[in-house]
């Protein structure tokens, strides 16, 4: 049996490091082997630990709370023999990216886990959809990792002026957050985004057709990972990695390749959209009202530099709609605030209906 001692030259590659030595203490006195989950597959997952990469069976540390299932990027405790071998637990993780399901439970899905970058692909072969980027940073921000915006296929953007325009564009909806065009077609730009991920974990997320799969090929200098064509009318195309897969890069750190997500429901994440909308939160500050919803109260301060043209109005509805989602997703499990909810639609609704009658008593 390889021992845990053998752990640091073998995963260390993958992240291994003293803190997760001295948390995985415990699992090395039950004979249990460390290990990292490079890839989960229907209750089975395959294992990178000091005796190679293994195929365990999650079922044992697989609960009904679905975000404490066993996913990639997680560090475990793997037995190192049986039939079937069984992941007995996993290590507490430091970060996790959850978005909520489709079910109409207010249940949150894990996507990957202990990342510390995350960098959201978005394609240039279509019109940027801004307010998606908004609820991908949202998501990264609230997990606990360093999100970055890479603008993918950007050779299909010759005119350096157009480009530059698009990039401030993205700029002006991910405050703090470093924006990078690149062309894995032809190298461009690749030398910053590898110094950027050559350390820690990262994850690659994005929709289908954003050029992920191509990204991650050119990260890992091969091609690791099956490229299709996207659709010329809306960039899309079939999903090329439906599993999620974490790969070791040539000049350092790891991957988390992700399938390309068509929904990014937002999961308890008003940390998140806080940070993605930094500059309304501190407008917010000024208010005359402390829980100022901005929309026709006095004294608002976020109306007002919107009306001065200082803040977009389509920032302002942005923030407005990601904040109401992630709200009614926390009152889906929360009947305190779900009453509160209502009582505060009913008196909204009852100011707007005051409102309106007095501008038509003025009318008259």
Request: proline share 5%; net charge negative.
């Amino acid at each position: 049996m390889t021992s845990s001692s053998a752990a640091p030259s073998v995963l260390a590659p993958y992240g291994w490091d003293d803190a997760w030595a001295d948390a995985f203490t415990p699992y090395e006195a039950e004979g249990l082997l460390p290990g990292r989950v490079i890839r989960v597959d229907r209750g089975q997952c395959d294992v990178v630990t000091p005796g190679g990469v293994l195929r365990a069976d999650t079922a044992f540390v697989t609960p009904h709370d679905p975000l404490r299932v066993v996913c990639t990027g997680d560090w475990v405790a793997v037995e190192p023999g049986g039939n079937p071998r069984y992941v007995r637990a996993y290590l507490p993780r430091r970060t996790s990216f959850v978005r909520s399901t489709s079910s109409k439970r207010s249940e949150g899905q894990i996507l990957a886990a202990n990342v510390d970058h995350a960098v959201i692909a978005v394609s240039l072969a279509v019109e940027l959809d801004l307010g998606r980027v908004e609820r991908f940073l949202a998501l990264a921000w609230e997990s606990g990792a360093q999100p970055v915006v890479v603008l993918t296929k950007a050779d299909l953007v010759p005119d350096p002026v157009t480009l530059a325009h698009l990039v401030q564009d993205v700029e002006t909806s991910a405050p703090g957050v470093p924006v990078l065009t690149v062309s894995a077609l032809h190298g461009d730009g690749l030398d910053t985004l590898v110094a950027l991920v050559g350390s820690g974990t990262s994850v690659l997320l994005g929709q289908s057709g954003a050029g992920k799969s191509t990204l991650a090929n050119a990260l890992v200098g091969e091609d690791v990972m099956d490229v299709r064509a996207a659709r010329d009318v809306d960039g899309k195309g079939r999903h090329t990695t439906t599993t999620r897969n974490l790969l070791a890069l040539p000049s350092g750190g790891v991957l988390i390749d992700t399938p390309g997500l068509r929904g990014v429901g937002l999961f308890d994440a008003g940390g998140g959209v806080g940070q993605v909308f930094s500059e309304i939160e501190e407008l917010a500050e000024r208010c005359r009202f402390h829980d100022c919803s901005h929309e026709s109260e006095p004294g608002c301060a976020v109306r007002t530099a919107v009306e001065d043209g200082e803040l977009p109005v389509r920032r302002l509805e942005s923030y407005r709609k990601l904040m109401r989602e992630n709200q009614w997703i926390v009152a889906k499990t929360d009947a305190r605030l779900r009453s509160e909810i209502k009582k505060d639609w009913k008196r909204k609704h009852a100011q707007g209906r005051a409102a309106m009658e007095a501008k038509r008593g003025r009318w008259s």
